[in-house]
């Protein structure tokens, strides 16, 4: 959820600080870039250079910097546009209360007002304040602007006295934060299938039939579905592909009957499912038990049909978004169409043969999305998640409309 995001981080002056340091240690590790601000007070408690030697940023105090005699500006505008998370934590009561009045004297307020993004903040007092009805109507107040409020825990204060108070714990404050972002995401809540990759229909134990798939457009897919917020069931053939992602359950088959039995095994708890796999048509109908040896002339292997797994999801389909793909080289829309139709989908990808870098194999892809109401969108050469974020949208769109 935090990787690749920019954190800004507030420090104010509570004891709590030194809670922070483990704060931007989760952070980086979740993979985020973090800039921590800190007010003046706050470097009494926790020292801006640990924040700046874990953050592996400057740690900003004030709105002037003083360097090698020369002065430059700390620009709050431009770092509250740099963020896309703002975290004040600790919280003290007299930042929260200037932060509900607009007060910007110092170079963390300043950059809480500038700031676009969703703000977080984490209250850290004692309990008196807490309960302070003063501190209830600035609290009240932040979160009827919108920033989000990470409730303070109850345990031991530093004053020795017991109550609610204490700054949540670095971890809980990620977990909230994680938990939050996750219930705003299009497939929350949401459950895809999704196939990918070739299969491998065995001759003998060791000779197979197969193709070219690299299973790039279907773990393009999977791992888009999951950054949006789904979880994610992906049935692949054998492919060199990887994906670790907690979302994203990886199911490893073979042949297409595999992948037939994994999918029908799942089809029934998801809402999305999607084939992006290239299928065989046919499996020898006789497997060798033994390596095949090689005799004069000529060798027939007899073939019979495989299973086609979307027609048969079509046939079972009830609430799910059924998403087909289809590779063609003549009367591209109309095959399309009509497989659309065959198989009872809502969607189908068709990929041309006919346009440059589209279909198996390689870093690109050209598709037109068909929906079963003939809706036609046709999208320019992109690189497969550009392609996969495509196909995402166009799906959450009519799942929500
Ligand atoms: O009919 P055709 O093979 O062109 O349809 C392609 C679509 O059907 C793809 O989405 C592919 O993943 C799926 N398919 C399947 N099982 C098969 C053959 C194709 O799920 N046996």
Redesign the pocket.
């Known amino acids: 959820m935090l990787s690749g995001k920019n954190i800004l981080l507030g420090v104010t002056g509570g004891i709590a600080a030194y809670k922070t340091t483990f704060l931007v240690r989760l952070l980086i590790k979740a993979g985020s870039q973090v800039k921590v601000v800190m007010t003046q007070s706050a470097g009494s408690f926790v020292s801006p250079l640990t924040l700046s030697t874990l953050s592996k940023n400057p740690v900003l105090l004030d709105f002037v910097n003083e360097e090698d005699g020369s002065l430059s500006w700390n620009n709050h505008v431009e770092l509250g546009l740099w963020a896309d998370l703002m975290i004040i934590a600790p919280a003290t009561a007299n930042t929260l209360s200037k932060m509900s009045q607009g007060i910007c004297d110092n170079l963390l307020l300043a950059t809480y007002l500038s700031a676009k993004c969703p703000v977080y903040f984490a209250p850290a007092m004692d309990l008196d304040m807490y309960q302070h009805p003063s501190t209830k109507i600035s609290l009240d107040k932040l979160v009827s602007y919108g920033n989000t409020m990470i409730p303070a825990e109850s345990g031991e204060l530093a004053s020795g006295l017991h109550g609610e108070g204490r700054m949540a714990e670095p971890e809980n404050i990620l977990a909230f934060i994680q938990n939050d972002l996750v219930q705003d995401l299009p497939l929350h809540g949401k459950k895809v299938l999704i196939?990918a990759g070739p299969?491998q229909e065995a001759i003998d134990p060791v000779r197979f039939l197969g193709n070219r798939s690299s299973g790039t457009m279907g773990f393009e897919l999977a791992k888009r579905a999951a950054d949006l917020g789904a979880k994610v069931i992906l049935v692949s053939g054998p492919t060199n592909l990887n994906l670790e992602h907690d979302a994203v359950d990886v199911i490893r088959i073979t042949s297409?009957q595999e992948?037939?039995d994994a999918?029908h095994q799942h089809f029934s708890e998801v809402d999305v499912a999607?084939?992006?796999?290239?299928?065989?048509?046919y499996r020898p109908k006789h497997i060798a038990k033994e390596k095949m040896k090689k005799k004069d002339g000529d060798l027939h292997i007899e073939l019979e049909?495989?299973?086609?797994?979307?027609?048969?999801?079509g046939e079972k389909k009830h609430k799910q978004f059924l998403?087909?793909?289809?590779?063609?080289t003549q009367n591209e829309l109309e095959?399309a169409k009509g497989?659309l139709e065959?198989?009872n989908l809502d969607a189908?990808?068709l990929n041309s043969l006919k346009d440059e870098g589209a279909g198996f194999g390689g870093s690109t892809n050209k598709i037109t999305f068909i929906d079963k109401n003939s809706q036609i969108k046709t999208f320019a050469l992109k690189t497969k998640p550009e392609v996969a974020s495509d196909i995402w949208e166009e799906i959450i769109s009519r799942i929500h409309a």
């Open positions: 196939t299969t297409a992948m037939f999918c999607i084939a992006a796999a290239a299928v065989a048509d049909r495989n299973p086609d797994i979307l027609f048969s999801l998403v087909g793909f289809a590779l063609e095959n497989k065959r198989k189908i990808v």
